[in-house]
């Protein structure tokens, strides 16, 4: 095991009705105004938008808006929202919705203290020095963004989908009610039950080092989304396979997994992020075509940890029946496992790897993920 610095300083609010007091844990920093960032409009047709403003109120909080956060959110929206805040003396910013929201808000808070552009943050021109502090109440959980400090923004002009993370943009108080997530489609719970897993597995197979213990936590992790997945598409009223969802989504991508590991990637996300950017399909969806191929064309570089992952996860001996029951598996829930399931044409894979390739530089794996490479992985998909 490797040294680590381990540190989370988000607290989680988790449980029933927890959104009602999300203006008393905001007021506890002594915030008096906040921008409220949400997506299309779902929260004012569910209620949860009244019960936000109700409780930002209540604590006297005065707010701004930012609506029309879509999935694979923008960066224009993103500089909407830097504008905002810069000119009405915004103190915080309130992240309600899910992944792409939370990813916006945390972006505004970057930027709302950087005299320069937002997106040299996400090509590594400058680092993050100050933020905003960042609140959220979650209506979905995929990305684990409540728990973290990641953010994934497509560039509306470059069409490229890149990343900051930074402990400064985790969030100061996260509320996970899994009542508002009852809402979910079947469909995007699917999605959300691919990006978990792809969380958990990424660094599982790519490490030089990966403590066993470690391994364990992976594990679980998967047979969780498993099980409580196949719960929820049949009964999506089911409270406590909700929560263990909402839980084990925050757990793959906190931190905790890859403590004490060595040597790891996210060739996956890296890869997906060219689909999303270029076709716009929701990540969850192109991580369940992009992982299969992936593990096709690299099982030989661990084949003793997919090995191990078929017989923890499947119950069977070798590492292709795990990857081909992975696959069944992704199918079976609604999730598209080739580029024609999406209609993504085979004539756009020599576009789609230049633009992950340019990501694998800017990710420092460029070396072992050349174009060419990225395109034999893509036609095993």
Known sequence: MHDFTYYNPTKIEF????????GEYIGQFGIKKVLLVYGTGSIKASGLYQRIINSLNKHDIIFEELDNVVSNPLLSRVNDGIKITKLSGIEAVLGVGGGSVVDSAKAIAAGALYE???WDFFIHKAQITQALPVFTVMTLSATASEMNGNSVVLNDETQQKYSISSVLLNPKVSVI???????????????SAVDIIAHSIEIYFTATDHPKFNSRIVESIVKTVIQTTEILIKNPDDYNAR??????????????????????SFPNHMIEHSLSALFNIAHGAGLAIVIPAWMKWYKEQNKPQFERFAK?????????????????????????????????????????AQNAHALANVWGIGEIYSANVISDILEKA
């Not at 449980?15 to 999300?22: A, M, R, S």
């Not at 009610?177 to 999605?191: G, H, R």
């Not at 996860?313 to 990857?323: K, L």
């Open 15 to 22: 449980g029933k009705e927890k959104e009602h007091n999300i």
């Open 177 to 191: 009610n899994p009542q508002l997530m009852a809402t979910v489609s079947n469909e995007y719970l699917a999605y």
């Open 243 to 264: 929560a263990e969802f909402a839980w084990v989504a925050i757990q793959a991508l906190n931190g905790l997994t890859p403590a004490g590991t060595a040597g790891g």
């Open 116 to 118: 320069g552009d937002v």
């Open 312 to 352: 923890k996860i499947f119950n069977v001996e070798n590492a292709d029946e795990g990857i081909s029951d992975l696959e069944a598996w992704f199918k079976k829930i609604g999730a598209p496992t080739s580029l024609k399931d999406a209609n993504i044409p085979s004539k756009a894979i020599p576009e789609l």
